[in-house]
């Protein structure tokens, strides 16, 4: 059988008549006698059409991005602008005269942020400057209102949140923001650092007064920290680069100007003297109940300042428990009256004009008048007949009033002629230091002396100095009467390594080497001889040059005479001096008040611990032993 289907059975169709034999087929439907191409102009006008439409909308667009939508792109394309930040130079370290850091700097973190990356369009939340501070108040110790605000600045690409924060809040930080980040929420993508060190002083409380300290921004404020800010800051830098959200565009490149460190101070302080010198006067005010005392040691030959110690004192890295009162340096800005310590320049004018010498017979009443009043010493006693030597030994006032009185015929050539004196040893002038907030002390014109004046400025009332001009009184004459002008710094190092010393100090002859000798061992008698009031600063096996004092105090407050100053200045050893040091303490409250009481054993302390530092053997020698009395009628 076939596969194909059967026709179904009906009428055949009719036959195809046949053609003719020779007859022509006739054309077919649609064909040409010729070929002929098609019209183009239908597609020219399709594509014309096209291209017209497509630079129509590329015509719109354009209009679109430079007018209509034109602040929209133009905040787009701020974000990925270039910024400039700043890169802070290192603070040069400030040591002692060995090199032993005593203020320098540590790793730390100016913690800044973009306000713009914190406004809702870019951080994707309504109020991330809010929940960034929420989450970052108890990391930088600022309260959230504080940063909030500071976040909330849109207008601003920088701003600094918290400055020099350790390595390690900053890795707190950095945690949190990965951990954000994972979430899909991180509103801290705005934050950064930047490398800020931290002014750290290794010794804390230790010659706070010397040093001071430095603000928030790094900026020295306070003692030499401040007088030296240009050498010690340096020059920073900047540093300007492309970012796009928050991050720098690695292949933008960047203009970076480099900071420059700032030298390295090196100071004539000890620290180990320092040390013994701070401990030893914050022990004496404490017990004393006292206001406040200074320490001063000085190297007699150079002029250098060991220490300088200030009680109380304060942590110049944490100033936010400081007594502001304790700021400062009192050893330099306060000014007082000395007392009996100033007596021994009143000696040297004795004897350096001739007027007496130590075996000179001084008569010394119980009381002497002068002018409108009666003069006194410390204690009644009847009639004493001393010595020049004795007068200062015992530390009589009237005794050098007495004294005094032999430079000239006329008291106002003896108030001219000592006056040379005191100034040429000073005193109305500023030290040399030129250490901020110091004061020159109080030194009136001799034809300005009231009449009650001209009779206490000899033994050490009615005129004011500061410790460090008592100290180089004291150098003065231990250095054979040539006064050197103190110091307190020994040179800089620059950032290349370079050293550049100190200008050397200015030195002047005050008194004849013949008449310091004569002086220091009227001294050796205040100290060396049981009638002398400075017996509490002996120190075995040392000859010892000392005086006491014991001035009335005028109250800062209400300017009137209250309570008093006590002080002790001495050098050692006494017939080939080395080294200075002078202590006060101002409104002792407890126990005694005489100087000899307060300060003599501090000097004695001090000044031993010295002496041992610094290797200074005993001469070995015995003192002279002026005599301090003499027989009535001799």
């Known amino acids: 059988m076939s596969g194909r289907p059967r026709r179904a059975p009906g009428p055949r169709p009719a036959s195809r008549p046949a053609r003719a034999s020779g007859a022509a087929r006739p054309p077919r439907p649609g064909r040409q006698g010729t070929l002929r191409l098609g019209n183009p102009r239908p597609r020219l006008r399709l594509f014309g059409i096209v291209l017209t439409l497509v630079m129509l909308a590329f015509t719109v667009r354009l209009l679109q991005v430079q007018a209509v939508d034109a602040s929209t792109y133009a905040s787009k394309a701020d974000v990925n602008r270039y910024i400039t930040v700043p890169l802070a130079a290192e603070r040069g370290t400030v040591t002692d005269r060995d090199g032993v850091a005593l203020a320098t700097t540590v790793d730390a973190y100016d913690i800044t942020a973009d306000p713009y990356l914190f406004t809702p369009e870019q951080a994707k939340v309504p109020d991330a400057p809010a929940q960034a501070a929420e989450l970052l108040a108890p990391i930088l110790g600022v309260d959230e209102e504080t940063l909030t605000e500071r976040l909330s600045h849109a207008e601003r690409r920088y701003v600094v949140l918290a400055r020099q924060q350790s390595p390690q809040v900053w890795r707190q930080i950095t945690d949190l923001k990965r951990t954000l980040a994972g979430s899909g929420r991180n509103v801290l993508a705005g934050v950064y650092s930047e490398e800020h060190a931290k002014r750290v002083y290794p010794n804390r409380r230790l010659a706070a007064g010397v040093l001071g300290f430095v603000n928030s921004e790094g900026e020295g404020r306070g003692g030499l920290e401040a007088k030296y800010e240009k050498v010690l800051a340096g020059r920073d830098g900047t540093i300007t680069y492309a970012q796009s959200g928050g991050r720098q565009v690695p292949t933008a490149g960047e203009r970076e100007r480099p900071a420059q460190p700032g030298s390295d101070v090196e100071l004539t302080l000890d ?155 000073g005193i109305g002038r500023k030290t040399g230091l030129d250490f901020p907030g110091e004061t020159p002390g109080i030194l009136a014109e001799p034809e300005e002396w009231n009449a009650s004046q ?68 009227m001294l050796e008698s205040v100290v060396d001889d049981w009638e002398g009031t400075g017996t509490t600063a002996r120190i075995p096996g040392y000859r010892v040059a000392g005086k006491t004092g014991t001035a009335n105090r005028v109250d800062p407050d209400t300017g009137r005479y209250n309570g008093y100053t006590s002080s002790f200045a001495g050098f050692a050893p006494a017939d080939t001096p080395r080294v200075t040091v002078y202590c006060a303490v101002q409104n002792p409250r407890q126990g005694s008040y005489f100087g000899s009481q307060v300060c003599g054993p501090v000097y004695q302390e001090v000044m031993k611990y010295t002496l041992k530092a610094l290797r200074i053997p005993p001469t070995g020698t015995e003192p002279p032993r002026l005599p301090v009395t003499f027989e009535p009628g001799d």
């Not at 004795?350 to 006194?376: I, K, M, Y």
């Not at 004459?477 to 010393?501: F, H, K, M, Q, Y």
């Open 271 to 425: 620290r180990d003297i320092q040390w013994a010198a701070q401990r030893a006067i914050e022990e004496q005010v404490e017990k004393s109940r006292a206001d406040r005392g200074y320490v001063i040691v000085q190297d007699v030959r150079t002029g250098e300042i060991l220490a300088m110690a200030n009680a109380p004192g304060y942590d110049p890295g944490d100033l936010s428990k400081a007594d502001a009162s304790a700021l400062g340096n009192p050893a330099v800005q306060d000014a007082y009256e000395p007392g009996s310590t100033s007596k021994v320049m009143s000696m040297a004018a004795v004897l350096e004009e001739g007027a007496a010498d130590p075996d000179t017979h001084v008569v010394v009443p119980n009381r002497l008048p002068r002018a409108d009043r009666s003069f006194a010493d410390d204690v009644d006693h009847p009639t004493w007949y001393l010595t020049l030597n004795g007068v200062l030994a015992k530390s009589s006032n009237i005794g050098t009033i007495l004294a005094v009185e032999q430079l000239g015929d006329t008291q106002k050539e003896v108030n001219r002629v000592l006056h040379s004196y005191l100034r040429k040893f």
């Open 454 to 521: 001209q009779y206490t400025i000899p033994f050490g009332q009615g005129l004011s100095i500061n410790a460090v001009q008592a100290a180089s009184v004291y150098s003065t004459i231990a250095n054979g009467g040539v006064r050197v002008e103190p110091s307190l710094v020994r040179g800089t190092t620059g950032p290349d390594g370079a050293w550049t010393p100190a200008p050397k100090p200015k030195r002047n002859r005050v008194v004849s080497e013949k008449t310091a000798r004569t002086l220091a061992t």
